[in-house]
């Protein structure tokens, strides 16, 4: 299987809405690739794991019951520092 990372969003919404791809598997692999890479890269200031395998296994149940909430559903993702996100240091940088 091509990994995670490199399917468009459209993609990898289309196989976590059909089950091929739980949420969970993919947020966990999307974290792997962070702790692979990012030592190097720094592209991340804040990490929240524990909030995104949160999510994601809210997610997942959800999708499982056929709600889905939109076409992003379940689909893990990264904010940029500039976002204002509550509860989360802003940097600005």
Do not use: F, N
């Amino acid at each position: 299987m091509t990994e995670l990372h490199y399917l468009e969003l459209t993609e990898l919404s289309r196989r976590l809405h059909s089950g091929d791809i739980s949420p969970v598997e993919a947020t966990r692999a999307q974290l792997a690739r962070i702790e692979a890479t990012d030592g190097k890269l720094k592209s991340y200031a804040t990490l929240m794991a524990e909030t995104a395998m949160q999510q994601a296994r809210t997610a997942e149940a959800e999708i499982a019951r056929g709600e889905i909430r939109g076409p992003l559903h379940g689909v893990p993702i990264a904010v940029k520092d500039l976002c204002w996100t509550k509860g989360v240091p802003t940097g600005a940088a």
